[in-house]
C-alpha cells in the first residue's frame, strides 16, 4: 500500500508541474500579444531599397519579426519599436503579398508589394583625353549608361562621393553632368527612389593634391618598360617615352636611354654609358603630358656615377616638343642636376640619390617631362640609371 501511495503522490506532482507549464505557455501569449497592422509605405518600390510597417504590438526585439515579400523573406528588419518596423526590401522580392510573423504570430497578408525593376549603371568614363576615370573639376564631362533612369531629373541626385554634381542631359539610359569644382576622388553615386547605386571605375580629381603620377605620366618605374633590345643590356624605353637621334649612343645609333641591370635589383632603368662608347652630347629622354594648373614636384631616384666633365639633368620643359639643349637650359620651366662628383677616368665617388624640382603652371598647359644629357665618351666615360620617376600636386 505505502508503494501505491508513493506513486500516487508523483502522478499528483507531475500533474502540478504539467499545470504550471500551461499556465507558463498562457503567460507567454500574454506578453507577446497579437500585433496590428494599420498600414505599410511604400507599398511599391525596388529591391534593396526599405519600407516601413505601422501598427502595434510588434515589441521591440527585431530578431522576433520576420518579414516576406512575395514569399521571399527579408535579410534584415533595421529596427523595431512597438508601433513601427523598417525592413529592407530583399534583392530577390517579387510583387505579391507581404506577410508579417512576430514571435508567434503570423499576419498572412498585411498588403501587396509592387517590385519595381531597378535602375543599373553599365559605365562611367570622363571626356578628360588623358583617361576615362579622369575629370577636371568644372570642365570634363561625365557620362553615366546604364538603364532605367527615368526621365525627370527632380528624382535623381549624382555624387562625387559626397560632392552634389548638376545634370547637364538625361534619357532613360544615359545621364551627363560636369564634374563638380573641388570634388574628391572617389566613386561617383546615384540615389533614385530610396536606391544608392555606386559606378565604377571611380572618377579620379588629378588637379587635386597627392601623388598624380599615374594619371599623367607612364613608364614610370621601378622596372622601366623597354622597346628595342639588343638581348643584352641596351636597349630603348617604350612608350611614352620619347628618346631623340643624340640619345641613341649605343649600336651604332640603335640603343640608348634604356640599360636592363638585373644585378641592380631591378630589371629596367633610364641610362646612359659612356664608357669606351660615343658621347652623349644633348641627349634626350622624354615623355608629354598636360597638366592642370597648379604647383607640382617632379622627383625622381637615381644612382649616378657621372664624372666632372659631364652632366645629366631632369627636366620640366613648356610644349610637347622635347627640352631644351644644355645652352638653352635656362629657358626650361625647371631643372634638376644629378649629382657629378665622380672623378674623371674613374667609377667613384658613387651617389644613390632622389632628386626633386618644384615647378608652378599658371594655367593647363602641355609640357615635357624627362632627362637631358651631356656625357663625355671613350676612356673617360660616365654612366648613370634612373630607377623611379614620380609627379606630385602640391
Not at 544615359?174 to 544608392?196: H, N, Q, R
Not at 628595342?228 to 611614352?240: N, V
Not at 649629382?339 to 658613387?350: A, W
Request: hydrophobic share 40%; charged share 10%; glycine share 12%.
Amino acid at each position: 500500500m505505502r508503494q501505491i501511495f508513493k506513486k500516487i503522490g508523483l502522478f499528483a506532482i507531475l500533474a502540478i508541474l504539467c499545470s504550471a507549464c500551461e499556465k507558463s505557455a498562457e503567460f507567454r501569449e500574454f506578453i507577446y500579444p497579437v500585433p496590428a497592422v494599420t498600414g505599410m509605405t511604400p507599398v511599391s518600390g525596388y529591391p534593396n531599397t526599405y519600407a516601413t510597417i505601422t501598427g502595434s504590438n510588434f515589441g521591440t526585439v527585431t530578431s522576433a519579426v520576420k518579414v516576406f515579400f512575395g514569399g521571399i523573406k527579408a535579410d534584415s528588419v533595421i529596427s523595431c519599436v512597438d508601433n513601427q518596423i523598417v525592413v529592407k526590401v530583399p534583392g530577390g522580392a517579387v510583387t505579391g503579398k507581404v506577410t508579417l510573423k512576430v514571435w508567434t504570430h503570423t499576419l498572412d497578408s498585411i498588403a501587396t508589394y509592387t517590385v519595381v525593376p531597378a535602375p543599373v549603371i553599365s559605365s562611367i568614363a570622363s571626356s578628360n583625353k588623358i583617361g576615362a576615370n579622369l575629370a577636371l573639376p568644372g570642365i570634363d564631362t561625365i557620362t553615366i549608361k546604364g538603364i532605367r533612369f527615368g526621365t525627370d531629373a527632380s528624382k535623381l541626385s549624382i555624387r562625387f562621393k559626397g560632392t552634389e554634381a548638376t545634370i547637364l542631359s538625361l534619357t532613360d539610359n544615359t545621364i551627363k553632368m560636369i564634374a563638380p569644382t573641388d570634388f574628391s576622388s572617389g566613386f561617383v553615386t546615384l540615389s533614385m527612389g530610396g536606391l544608392t547605386l555606386s559606378a565604377t571605375p571611380a572618377i579620379i580629381n588629378p588637379s587635386a593634391p597627392g601623388d598624380v603620377t599615374p594619371y599623367f605620366l607612364g613608364n614610370y618605374g621601378p622596372g622601366f618598360a623597354r622597346d628595342k633590345y639588343d638581348g643584352k643590356r641596351w636597349g630603348t624605353l617604350a612608350a611614352p617615352w620619347i628618346t631623340n637621334a643624340a640619345g641613341l649612343n649605343k649600336g651604332g645609333g640603335t640603343y640608348g636611354g634604356y640599360a636592363a641591370e638585373p644585378w641592380n635589383g631591378v630589371t629596367g632603368f633610364i641610362n646612359w654609358e659612356t664608357w669606351g662608347n660615343t658621347p652623349v652630347t644633348n641627349g634626350m629622354v622624354y615623355q608629354v603630358t598636360t597638366l592642370p594648373a597648379g604647383t607640382y614636384t617632379f622627383s625622381f631616384n637615381d644612382y649616378s656615377e657621372i664624372q666632372t666633365n659631364s652632366s645629366v639633368y631632369g627636366v620640366v620643359a613648356a610644349g610637347g616638343a622635347g627640352l631644351p639643349v644644355l645652352a638653352n637650359l635656362s629657358t626650361a620651366i625647371a631643372s634638376v642636376a644629378l649629382t657629378n662628383n665622380t672623378v674623371v677616368g674613374t667609377t667613384k665617388p658613387s651617389i644613390t640619390e632622389t632628386k626633386s624640382v618644384q615647378f608652378t603652371l599658371p594655367t593647363t598647359q602641355t609640357v615635357s617631362i624627362g632627362f637631358l644629357g651631356n656625357m663625355v665618351g671613350s676612356a673617360t666615360g660616365s654612366y648613370f640609371i634612373v630607377k623611379w620617376i614620380k609627379l606630385v600636386k602640391n
